[in-house]
């Protein structure tokens, strides 16, 4: 079965230190990764995805988040971090065996950012 | 745009009332999903629709719980009866189906308060 994993459970980093937020995930077949962010009483947004290409893709506010197949990790990063930046992250699996519609979350990484 | 739209933003009920949540997706979205976020299991995929179809209820709790899509720009999820352990934010979130490399939208979420 599909699944992504966030081992942290938070992060913390200083303003305009870079940052990264750890994902690996787990699926059969080529994947399809996203990352989301939710800010507090919000519903999650789309920040930048990965179907295919290059290996560094980039998305919204600054953040980027590298693909790495052989250690099958989806690291969002940016490199400097701004106060405003703090939120829940989540990294996110497209389940292509259910006809690939099917989104599987991870548990969700809470960014600090202190000024 | 004016994005995917739930109702109510907060409902508090009484253990045993039924309870009905609403949303409109995004026009021209044909996959429309139903998710539920606490703090203890983080975000669970409850059921999705593809053109108006359900695809995948695997992820509805229980018999209490259940959700229809009688058209392409409405869908209810209701739960009945309610109880406390219901209590979350439920989200719907729609994307264009079709096309399986899609973000999805977020609605603003629905708490749902039983006591």
């Known amino acids: 079965a599909q699944s992504v994993a966030q081992p942290e459970d938070q992060v913390n980093v200083a303003e305009g230190n870079p940052l990264t937020v750890k994902c690996t995930y787990s699926v059969s077949g080529n994947p399809y990764l996203f990352w989301y962010v939710q800010y507090p009483n919000r519903g999650l947004q789309f920040l930048l995805k990965y179907i295919t290409g290059d290996n560094l893709v980039k998305g919204s506010y600054g953040f980027e988040a590298e693909f790495n197949k052989s250690q099958t990790s989806f690291h969002l990063k940016k490199p400097s971090a701004l106060v405003s930046d703090s939120a829940l992250y989540f990294c996110a699996v497209r389940d292509l065996n259910t006809g690939g519609f099917k989104t599987i979350f991870g548990a969700g990484t809470r960014l600090f950012v202190k000024a | 745009d004016a994005g995917v739209i739930q109702s109510p933003r907060h409902e508090v009920t009484e253990m045993g009332q039924e309870v009905t949540l609403r949303c409109k997706p995004i026009s021209g979205h044909n996959s429309l999903f139903w998710y539920r976020q606490t703090m203890m299991r983080g975000l669970e995929l409850l059921i999705y629709?593809?053109?108006?179809?359900?695809?995948?209820d695997s992820g509805m709790p229980e018999d209490r719980f259940s959700a229809k899509m009688p058209n392409a720009s409405f869908s209810t999820l209701k739960i009945q009866p309610s109880e406390p352990r219901d209590s979350a934010v439920y989200f719907c979130?729609?994307?264009?189906?079709?096309?399986?490399?899609?973000?999805?939208?977020f609605g603003e979420g629905s708490r749902l308060t039983v006591l």
């Open positions: 979130a729609s994307t264009v189906g079709g096309a399986n490399t899609g973000e999805l939208f």
């Open positions: 629709f593809n053109n108006n179809v359900p695809i995948d």
